[in-house]
Protein backbone atom coordinates (compact mmCIF):
# COMPACT_ATOMS: atom_id res chain seq x y z
CA UNK A 1 0.00 0.00 0.00
CA UNK A 2 1.04 3.27 -0.92
CA UNK A 3 1.26 5.19 2.70
CA UNK A 4 1.01 8.64 2.53
CA UNK A 5 3.39 11.69 4.79
CA UNK A 6 1.47 13.50 6.95
CA UNK A 7 2.99 16.38 9.00
CA UNK A 8 0.91 17.73 11.35
CA UNK A 9 3.03 20.25 13.40
CA UNK A 10 5.03 22.76 11.38
CA UNK A 11 4.91 26.66 11.14
CA UNK A 12 5.04 29.24 8.32
CA UNK A 13 6.73 32.99 8.35
CA UNK A 14 3.63 34.05 9.88
CA UNK A 15 4.55 32.29 13.39
CA UNK A 16 6.96 35.04 15.32
CA UNK A 17 9.59 32.43 15.16
CA UNK A 18 8.41 30.56 11.84
CA UNK A 19 9.92 30.83 8.77
CA UNK A 20 8.83 28.58 6.02
CA UNK A 21 7.19 30.30 3.16
CA UNK A 22 4.03 30.19 1.05
CA UNK A 23 6.55 29.21 -1.95
CA UNK A 24 8.41 26.29 0.12
CA UNK A 25 4.77 24.69 1.43
CA UNK A 26 3.98 24.71 -2.35
CA UNK A 27 7.43 23.53 -2.93
CA UNK A 28 7.31 20.73 0.08
CA UNK A 29 3.88 19.19 -1.58
CA UNK A 30 4.84 19.63 -4.72
CA UNK A 31 7.73 17.78 -4.87
CA UNK A 32 6.16 15.11 -2.74
CA UNK A 33 8.48 15.96 -0.24
CA UNK A 34 5.13 14.98 2.24
CA UNK A 35 1.91 14.37 1.09
CA UNK A 36 -0.13 16.40 3.74
CA UNK A 37 1.03 19.18 5.73
CA UNK A 38 -0.95 20.71 8.72
CA UNK A 39 0.23 24.56 9.33
CA UNK A 40 0.05 25.14 13.38
CA UNK A 41 1.42 29.04 13.69
CA UNK A 42 1.37 30.46 17.07
CA UNK A 43 -2.28 31.41 17.36
CA UNK A 44 -2.95 32.37 13.75
CA UNK A 45 -4.84 30.49 10.71
CA UNK A 46 -4.54 32.79 7.97
CA UNK A 47 -1.57 31.27 6.00
CA UNK A 48 -3.29 27.71 6.60
CA UNK A 49 -6.37 28.72 5.74
CA UNK A 50 -4.61 30.13 2.19
CA UNK A 51 -3.01 27.43 1.54
CA UNK A 52 -5.88 25.04 2.09
CA UNK A 53 -7.92 27.15 -0.88
CA UNK A 54 -4.68 26.07 -3.48
CA UNK A 55 -4.39 22.70 -1.86
CA UNK A 56 -7.77 21.43 -0.64
CA UNK A 57 -7.11 18.48 2.10
CA UNK A 58 -3.42 18.28 1.28
CA UNK A 59 -3.00 21.38 3.98
CA UNK A 60 -4.58 20.54 7.25
CA UNK A 61 -6.03 23.98 8.88
CA UNK A 62 -4.28 24.26 12.45
CA UNK A 63 -3.20 26.39 15.36
CA UNK A 64 -0.40 25.89 17.95
CA UNK A 65 -2.65 27.71 20.72
CA UNK A 66 -1.14 29.15 24.26
CA UNK A 67 -3.25 27.85 27.35
CA UNK A 68 -2.12 29.25 30.26
CA UNK A 69 -0.80 25.76 31.31
CA UNK A 70 1.06 25.10 28.00
CA UNK A 71 0.44 24.81 24.21
CA UNK A 72 -2.19 22.35 22.37
CA UNK A 73 -3.23 22.57 18.81
CA UNK A 74 -6.08 22.17 17.18
CA UNK A 75 -6.10 20.65 13.26
CA UNK A 76 -8.87 21.10 10.83
CA UNK A 77 -9.96 24.46 12.43
CA UNK A 78 -12.36 27.10 10.51
CA UNK A 79 -11.67 29.86 12.72
CA UNK A 80 -8.57 30.88 15.36
CA UNK A 81 -8.72 30.13 19.07
CA UNK A 82 -6.77 32.85 21.50
CA UNK A 83 -4.62 32.47 23.62
CA UNK A 84 -4.19 32.85 27.44
CA UNK A 85 -7.61 30.62 28.39
CA UNK A 86 -7.33 27.56 30.46
CA UNK A 87 -6.60 24.82 28.87
CA UNK A 88 -9.86 23.42 29.52
CA UNK A 89 -11.87 25.73 27.60
CA UNK A 90 -9.49 26.24 24.84
CA UNK A 91 -10.25 22.77 23.98
CA UNK A 92 -13.94 23.14 24.57
CA UNK A 93 -13.43 25.71 22.10
CA UNK A 94 -11.35 23.46 19.62
CA UNK A 95 -14.24 20.65 20.12
CA UNK A 96 -17.14 23.33 19.33
CA UNK A 97 -15.69 23.24 15.71
CA UNK A 98 -15.58 19.70 15.36
CA UNK A 99 -11.70 19.89 15.11
CA UNK A 100 -9.22 17.33 16.38
CA UNK A 101 -7.23 18.21 19.97
CA UNK A 102 -3.11 17.20 19.21
CA UNK A 103 -1.07 17.75 22.25
CA UNK A 104 2.60 18.92 21.08
CA UNK A 105 5.90 17.98 22.89
CA UNK A 106 4.20 17.09 25.77
CA UNK A 107 6.04 17.04 29.48
CA UNK A 108 8.54 19.43 28.18
CA UNK A 109 9.32 22.65 30.29
CA UNK A 110 11.58 24.54 27.57
CA UNK A 111 8.67 24.81 24.98
CA UNK A 112 5.37 25.26 26.93
CA UNK A 113 4.78 21.32 27.29
CA UNK A 114 1.75 20.36 29.42
CA UNK A 115 2.40 18.75 32.36
CA UNK A 116 1.30 14.98 33.43
CA UNK A 117 -1.46 16.75 35.50
CA UNK A 118 -2.70 18.66 33.42
CA UNK A 119 -2.42 16.01 30.24
CA UNK A 120 -4.53 13.79 33.09
CA UNK A 121 -6.88 16.27 33.52
CA UNK A 122 -7.85 16.39 29.82
CA UNK A 123 -7.08 13.11 28.95
CA UNK A 124 -10.75 12.16 27.45
CA UNK A 125 -10.49 15.01 25.30
CA UNK A 126 -7.08 14.70 23.97
CA UNK A 127 -7.36 12.68 20.72
CA UNK A 128 -3.70 12.65 19.31
CA UNK A 129 -0.29 13.08 21.27
CA UNK A 130 2.83 13.77 19.65
CA UNK A 131 4.37 10.92 20.78
CA UNK A 132 8.02 12.27 18.80
CA UNK A 133 8.97 15.97 17.94
CA UNK A 134 11.28 16.49 15.29
CA UNK A 135 13.12 19.27 17.46
CA UNK A 136 13.09 17.36 20.73
CA UNK A 137 17.12 17.12 21.27
CA UNK A 138 18.07 19.06 24.24
CA UNK A 139 14.68 17.67 26.54
CA UNK A 140 13.29 14.88 24.97
CA UNK A 141 10.08 13.46 26.40
CA UNK A 142 9.24 10.86 23.65
CA UNK A 143 9.78 7.51 25.66
CA UNK A 144 7.56 8.86 28.63
CA UNK A 145 5.04 10.06 26.31
CA UNK A 146 4.84 7.17 24.52
CA UNK A 147 4.58 5.18 27.54
CA UNK A 148 1.17 7.10 28.58
CA UNK A 149 0.27 7.89 25.04
CA UNK A 150 0.01 3.46 25.43
CA UNK A 151 -1.67 3.32 29.07
CA UNK A 152 -4.43 5.90 28.15
CA UNK A 153 -5.06 4.38 24.73
CA UNK A 154 -4.39 7.86 22.53
CA UNK A 155 -2.87 7.14 19.12
CA UNK A 156 0.45 8.91 19.11
CA UNK A 157 2.08 10.81 16.42
CA UNK A 158 5.14 12.04 14.70
CA UNK A 159 5.82 15.12 13.67
CA UNK A 160 8.55 18.03 12.43
CA UNK A 161 7.54 21.10 14.76
CA UNK A 162 9.47 22.27 11.42
CA UNK A 163 9.95 26.27 11.62
CA UNK A 164 12.65 26.49 8.60
CA UNK A 165 12.25 24.31 5.28
CA UNK A 166 15.54 22.54 6.39
CA UNK A 167 13.39 20.44 9.68
CA UNK A 168 11.02 19.34 6.88
CA UNK A 169 10.71 15.66 5.55
CA UNK A 170 12.30 13.72 8.43
CA UNK A 171 10.36 13.32 11.15
CA UNK A 172 6.75 12.34 9.85
CA UNK A 173 3.22 9.74 10.34
CA UNK A 174 2.09 7.78 7.54
CA UNK A 175 -0.85 7.18 6.80
CA UNK A 176 -2.92 4.79 4.55
CA UNK A 177 -4.43 7.88 2.74
CA UNK A 178 -4.69 11.62 3.16
CA UNK A 179 -6.38 12.25 6.38
CA UNK A 180 -9.72 14.63 6.62
CA UNK A 181 -11.41 16.12 10.30
CA UNK A 182 -13.59 12.94 9.63
CA UNK A 183 -11.40 10.23 8.81
CA UNK A 184 -7.98 10.89 10.77
CA UNK A 185 -8.65 9.23 13.90
CA UNK A 186 -9.31 6.41 12.53
CA UNK A 187 -6.43 6.28 10.05
CA UNK A 188 -3.87 6.77 13.38
CA UNK A 189 -5.05 2.89 14.16
CA UNK A 190 -2.77 2.02 11.40
CA UNK A 191 -0.08 4.93 11.32
CA UNK A 192 3.88 4.33 11.12
CA UNK A 193 5.89 6.70 12.98
CA UNK A 194 8.71 7.95 10.89
CA UNK A 195 11.40 9.40 13.56
CA UNK A 196 14.09 10.62 11.97
CA UNK A 197 15.69 14.06 13.05
CA UNK A 198 16.75 17.06 10.93
CA UNK A 199 20.24 18.31 11.50
CA UNK A 200 21.07 20.23 14.26
CA UNK A 201 20.66 23.21 12.41
CA UNK A 202 17.33 23.41 12.14
CA UNK A 203 17.03 23.96 15.64
CA UNK A 204 18.27 27.49 15.70
CA UNK A 205 15.47 28.58 13.29
CA UNK A 206 13.23 29.61 15.54
CA UNK A 207 15.69 31.85 17.66
CA UNK A 208 17.07 33.12 13.77
CA UNK A 209 13.56 34.08 12.85
CA UNK A 210 12.33 36.23 16.35
CA UNK A 211 15.82 38.15 15.71
CA UNK A 212 15.39 38.43 12.05
CA UNK A 213 11.96 39.88 12.32
CA UNK A 214 13.03 41.77 15.46
CA UNK A 215 15.17 43.95 13.25
CA UNK A 216 13.13 44.02 10.45
CA UNK A 217 10.49 45.80 12.69
CA UNK A 218 13.06 48.24 13.85
Not at 51 to 80: C, N, Q, S, W
Amino acid sequence: MDYKKVDFHTHSNDSHDGGISFEQYRQILESGQLDCVAITDHNKIRIAQQLHEEFGDKVIVGEEILAEEGEVIGLFLTKPIPSGLSMKKTIRLIKEQGAIVYIPHPFETIRHGIDEATLVQNRDAVDIIETCNGRAFLQNRSEKTVVWARLNHIPGAASSDAHGIRGVGKTYTLLREIPTKDTLLSLMSSAKLITDRPSLVSLLYPKFHRLRKRFTRA
